[in-house]
């Protein structure tokens, strides 16, 4: 970001830091649509009849709002990963609070360099890149291709079907990916392109989804 933007987010940072909830509430706001997405994305199959990102959202606030005092005495980090990183979290206990072991390989809780994450799947990436190229009709073959997608990239490093994840679907910048994962802008930009050339090699292996991307 730049010119009043900037201005605006270096605004936040500092009466965030000062403990203003008030700037918990602009950020929230400012920052909305960008976290719904992130929920949207993250949120396992077998929570969405219970919960929608709206709930998610309002459950992260809270929890924000908890914490304010803990990011005045954090490091050199944005309002935003932050903020996604309170939402990431909330994920994480909304799926063990819900559907316990269950979700032992689906919303597990790692870390890089300290900070924790829901870590994307295999089933998550797939369900997105189903849903983009394939058609509602045929529930039997729209399985079977998921389940083709999803074998394909589980073979993908952890690290870069991440990297995938947050640029592909979350829309984070690389700058963003690299804060987020703790990683330098470099690592982070020859990841993507390498977990890129790794995901066409998937839709070229699957037919229905080789087709259209």
Request: proline share 4%; net charge neutral.
């Amino acid at each position: 970001m730049t010119g009043d933007s900037s201005v605006g987010i270096e605004q936040l940072d500092l009466r965030l830091r000062g403990g203003d909830t008030q700037a918990l509430a602009e950020l929230f706001s400012r920052e909305r649509e960008r976290l719904w997405r992130i929920i949207h994305f993250r949120l396992a199959e077998p929570l969405r009849g219970r919960l929608g990102p709206e709930d998610v959202l309002q459950e992260a606030f809270l929890a924000a709002s908890q914490r304010l005092n803990h990011y005045a005495n954090s490091p050199a980090t944005s309002p935003f990963i932050w903020l996604r990183m309170i939402v990431n979290q909330t994920l994480v206990d909304l799926h063990r609070r819900h559907l316990g072991a269950q979700m032992r390989d689906a919303a597990r809780e790692v870390s890089l360099d300290s900070v924790p994450y829901a870590q994307a799947t295999s089933a998550s990436v797939a369900i997105q890149l189903v849903g983009i190229f394939t058609s509602p009709t045929g529930a039997a073959a729209r399985a079977d291709v998921f389940s083709l997608v999803q074998a394909a990239i589980e073979k993908m490093d952890p690290i870069d079907r991440e990297v995938l994840a947050l640029r592909h679907f979350e829309e984070l910048t690389n700058s963003e990916v690299a804060e987020a994962l703790g990683i330098e802008q470099k690592a982070a930009s020859i990841r993507y392109i390498r977990a890129l050339r790794r995901l066409k090699e998937i839709l070229a292996q699957v037919p229905d989804l080789g087709k259209q991307a």
